[in-house]
């Protein structure tokens, strides 16, 4: 494993331990070189997991999407890296446990934002505004209020 940050091989590992969401070892690493520290994730290979996107195109599952997608709607916001994390080893339990190797992108979206909606809802909101389409006038202004209601109490 190379260090992020001087490109040295050698690390050593000062903690190791069972992630409780996910299938994963934790590993908090040092680099033996440059002294910095940093966190790699060991996991078990599963088979790829197809998300069914609104246009009914296929693309890999990949966690890393899913927490930039939370990384930009939660810009500025109180929400910490942990909260994130969270809800995308969330995500991938459900994805995991899915009956079939292919998910709509409409489950997951609808779990990001349900935990979203838990923490911060301007963050929600901005979620949300990407991945709702809006179908209907009433939906979109239904959005709107809730938006406004949330900028009010911030
Ligand atoms: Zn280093």
Known sequence: MKCIFCGCEESKVLD???TDELNAIRRRRE??????????YETIETTPILVIKSDNSRQLF?????????VKACEKRP??????EDIV???????????????K??????????ELKKIDEVAYV??????????DIDNFVDFLHEFENAIKRN
Request: aromatic share 6%.
């Open 89 to 103: 080893n969330k995500v991938e339990r459900m994805v995991h446990n899915h009956t079939t190797q292919e998910v």
């Open 79 to 84: 929400v910490t890296s942990q909260d994130m």
């Open 62 to 70: 990949s966690r890393e999407k899913i927490m930039n997608g939370l």
């Open 126 to 135: 901005r979620f949300a505004s990407v991945y709702k389409r809006f179908k």
């Open 31 to 40: 680099c033996v070189k440059c002294g910095k520290r940093f966190t790699t």
């Open 16 to 18: 190791s331990r069972n």
């Open 105 to 114: 992108s409409s489950e997951i979206g609808e779990i990001v934002m349900n």
